[in-house]
């Protein structure tokens, strides 16, 4: 079974870091591109960043450009997304997103809020 | 970048009814375009992709169509468990695959 477990959410300061984890399983991690996408409280679906399978292409969203960084350790299964920089807006439910051509298999997210 | 609108923002319905949702995107996508179900308090869900074919596990009652600049969402008859938002996403613009706003279907 495909599962994809996201950590690493909480509160944290303007100006701040915080770095997320996505543990992947029930699949050949390696094989796969990645992405974050985030959704803010209410609103819809943000695409943030894409990481391909071997990291030789990495994108990001203009909005986090220069503040995020998207990496992925294929011998841990994992992906990671080191946010710095941050701003009230980014506060949203982060979740991490298998590109099997779509995005077929979602985690549950984790939220992110970033306030004083 | 390719902006997508969804309409209506929200779709009143009763169960058993027929839901037509619009997606417009603004220059051609071919038909790279998928549908998501996104429940509150979870993570969204495939539904279709490539404007009309269903995801494994979708059942038959929703549907996709369209090409190019406009796409339709299809479900033939409201079951409870579908009343949810739908988002639209483009694959043509690789790898920024933008979301439409949204359309919320609630009961009505």
């Known amino acids: 079974e495909v599962q994809l477990v996201e950590s690493g959410g909480g509160l944290v300061k303007p100006g701040g870091s915080l770095r997320l984890s996505c543990a992947a399983s029930?699949?050949?991690?390696?094989?796969?591109?990645m992405n974050w996408v985030r959704q803010a409280p209410g609103k819809g679906l943000e695409w943030v960043s894409s990481?391909?399978?071997?990291?030789?292409?990495?994108y990001y969203a203009d909005s986090v450009k220069g503040r995020f960084t998207i990496s992925r350790d294929n011998a841990k299964n994992s992906l990671y997304l080191q946010m710095n920089s941050l701003r009230a807006e980014d506060t949203a439910v982060y979740y991490c997103?298998?590109?099997?051509?779509?995005?077929?298999?979602w985690g549950q997210g984790t939220l992110v809020t970033v306030s004083s | 970048e390719i902006v997508l609108t969804q309409s209506p923002a929200t779709l009143s319905l009763s169960p058993g009814e027929r839901a037509t949702l619009s997606c417009r995107a603004s220059?051609?996508?071919?038909?790279?375009l998928a549908w998501y179900q996104q429940k509150p308090g979870q993570a969204p869900r495939l539904l279709i992709y490539?404007?009309?074919n269903r995801a494994t596990g979708i059942p038959a009652r929703f549907s996709g169509s369209g090409s190019g600049t406009d796409f339709t969402l299809t479900i033939s008859s409201l079951e409870p468990e579908d009343f949810a938002v739908y988002y639209c996403?483009?694959?043509?613009?690789?790898?920024?695959?933008?979301f439409g706003p949204g359309t919320k279907v609630d009961i009505k």
């Open positions: 996403q483009q694959r043509s613009n690789w790898p920024i695959f933008t």
């Open positions: 029930g699949f050949t991690f390696s094989s796969y591109s």
């Open positions: 490539d404007a009309s």
């Open positions: 990481i391909s399978s071997s990291s030789s292409y990495i």
């Open positions: 997103a298998r590109d099997g051509y779509n995005y077929d298999y």
């Open positions: 220059q051609s996508v071919s038909s790279y």
